[in-house]
């Protein structure tokens, strides 16, 4: 049966906060990285990307950071809002796309 | 259109049964994938298709059989299916090689 990672790490915020969701990545070769959202009965949607020649991306409201030393990935969302309440993911691209094990973002209102 | 549809939305299989999922795209892409998706998992690479060539599958057992009749098209065939197959089936389309990749909303697939 399904006894490990069952649970997903939640991520609670206030809304109007900040919320920083961090992943990390397992392959060195991966030139691409993107973030996903997943909201409940639907397929992920597409946030934000970098290219592993860049450490730091802005969109609107995100942020995504990039430490190819420690291979460590980041999405900053400002003033987080009731509707970015969702599962998201981490994925790189190597020569296809991997996705990480998901955190879930909760906002309290 | 921006967006990658899929039918059905639900599907319920006896382990007898033969089905197929299908997916579209017009956005003019010329990859399409294939990812399976169990509860409170990540997606995971089943198929890609690229200019309508199969070029990654991913060890998936022979039940699963994917087509791709066209560039806005991908069918996916199942027979003989395992309940442990049950998952939510997404298909994807996007530009060929690292870019951001298009889901559509998925088909639930219960196999009892």
């Known amino acids: 049966g399904e006894s490990v990672g069952l649970h997903l790490p939640t991520l609670s915020v206030q809304e109007g906060d900040n919320s920083i969701i961090n992943c990390a990545y397992s392959?060195?070769?991966?030139?691409?990285f993107i973030w996903y959202k997943q909201e409940s009965g639907k397929g992920p949607q597409f946030i934000i990307d970098i290219r592993s020649n860049m450490d730091k991306r802005q969109g609107q409201r995100v942020t995504v950071l990039l430490n190819k030393t420690v291979k460590h990935l980041s999405l900053q969302i400002a003033a987080t809002q009731p509707g970015d309440s969702a599962v998201y993911f981490c994925a790189e691209y190597g020569n296809k796309l991997v996705f990480g094990a998901g955190t879930i973002l909760r906002v309290k209102s | 259109d921006t967006e990658v549809t899929q039918t059905p939305k639900h599907l319920v299989m006896g382990m007898t049964n033969k089905k197929s999922l299908k997916c579209e795209q017009h956005?003019?892409?010329?990859?399409m994938y294939w990812y399976k998706q169990k509860a409170k998992k990540p997606p995971e690479l089943m198929f890609v298709?690229?200019?309508?060539?199969?070029?990654i599958n991913e060890s998936v057992p022979s039940r699963f059989s994917p087509e791709c009749p066209n560039s806005s098209l991908l069918n996916l065939h199942l027979h003989a299916l395992q309940p442990e197959d049950s998952a939510l089936y997404l298909c994807?389309?996007?530009?060929?090689?690292?870019?951001?990749?298009?889901f559509g909303p998925g088909t639930r697939l219960t196999v009892l």
């Open positions: 994807a389309s996007g530009l060929a090689g690292p870019s951001e990749q298009f």
């Open positions: 392959n060195s070769a991966s030139d691409y």
């Open positions: 298709y690229s200019y309508e060539k199969l070029s």
């Open positions: 956005m003019g892409h010329r990859a």
